[in-house]
């Protein structure tokens, strides 16, 4: 009996030490500077499969790149160089389009440098987040929303 429980108690151990891990990293990345909640769609990192589904996880932007990771990361997240975002086509989410971002989220579309075309959702209070570092709502559609330019 005390055999079976030391073997049972080790992998429990371990397990709720990962948990522990994933949990607090978690929120960092919740924590951190300029994160919203959203998910991706079409986002050339992810599985063939997977670029049909919502992913949801925390985005942020750093200058014109766009940092996603999902909400239990224990890698570094997709970091994408955004060539434009279309700020006029930002739009409000089909019925039942994407969950878990609130009651009213909005869709943003967003040209990678790499030509691909992605899909971002978030709430609509992270509105301006979305729209990239400049957040302006003037910003002509496919025209970069970024202020400076990618090297």
Avoid: K, N
Avoid at 64 to 69: H, I, R, T, Y
Avoid at 99 to 127: F, H, K, N, Y
């Amino acid at each position: 009996m005390a055999l079976t429980l030391t073997w049972l108690s080790i992998p429990l151990w371990i397990t709720s030490g990962v948990l522990g891990v994933m949990l607090v990293r978690r929120q960092r990345i919740a924590r951190e500077s300029g994160a919203f909640a959203c998910a991706v769609r079409g986002h050339p990192r992810l599985r063939a499969r997977a670029r049909r589904e919502w992913h949801w996880g925390y985005g942020r932007w750093a200058s014109d790149v766009f940092v996603f990771q999902t909400s239990f990361a224990v890698y570094h997240g997709c970091v994408t160089p955004i060539a434009s975002v279309d700020v006029l086509g930002i739009r409000p989410a089909l019925s039942g389009e994407v969950g878990r971002l609130g009651t009213t989220p909005v869709v943003a579309r967003m040209l990678t440098a790499s030509g691909d075309l992605i899909e971002v959702a978030a709430c609509s209070q992270d509105r301006r987040r979305l729209a990239g570092p400049s957040g302006e709502y003037g910003v002509r559609a496919g025209a970069s929303a970024t202020t400076t330019p990618h090297d």
